[in-house]
């Protein structure tokens, strides 16, 4: 490991990209309180921004580690995760999100938790439904980067591994 940083340090180009992304580790992590309301009523202004701040900040990080080929697939991921952690986190009374960011081994790994009664589930909403489809852009999104998501045990935590390095084929 020192060598490969001495070697970062004398000449960054002489190291190929992926081998810097599989040998850096990186995290960031954010809770977010969600007002509460009831189920039907809107998100609040204030809410409702929370999935643009993050959407920033994993554009910024996105850049930071040089992934910004991710940028366009994931940010929608994140929309989608993030969009229904805010919406059911507040059902009933006040809630919180949490989102993390990780990067190691070559995988970055995104998990949005929220504290909402609620279960995600993959839907299969009518042609009349204006909402129910975010996990099936999330499934085919992460399908076609090459990785996989799912949901913890009791489906609190959404979660998502992509390589970093572009899927085969």
């Given amino acids: 490991m020192t060598q490969m ?11 190929p990209p992926e081998e810097r992304l599989r040998r850096t580790a990186d995290w960031w992590a954010c809770v977010i309180a969600v007002e509460g309301r009831s189920a039907g ?13 993050v ?3 994993v ?9 910004i080929r991710l940028q366009d697939d994931l940010l929608l991921i994140v929309s989608e995760v993030m969009t229904n952690a805010v919406t059911h986190a507040g059902y ?12 190691a081994g070559g995988r970055l790994r995104i998990e949005v938790s929220d504290t909402g009664r609620g279960r995600p589930e993959i839907k299969a909403p009518s ?15 992460t ?12 489906h609190r935590t959404t979660w998502i591994d992509l390589p970093t390095a572009p899927a085969a084929g």
């Fill in 59 to 67: 554009t910024a990080r996105l850049r930071l580690l040089g992934l």
């Fill in 41 to 53: 009523e809107p998100l609040s202004q204030v809410d409702a921004r929370w999935v643009g701040q």
């Fill in 127 to 141: 042609t009349t439904e204006e909402s129910g489809r975010g996990l099936h852009l999330v499934d085919n999104l």
């Fill in 5 to 15: 940083i001495k070697q970062m340090a004398a000449s960054p180009e002489a190291v």
């Fill in 92 to 103: 009933g009374g006040p809630g919180s999100v949490t989102f993390v960011q990780r990067l």
């Fill in 55 to 57: 959407r920033r900040i």
């Fill in 143 to 154: 399908d076609e980067l090459g990785g996989r998501w799912g949901f913890d045990p009791d």
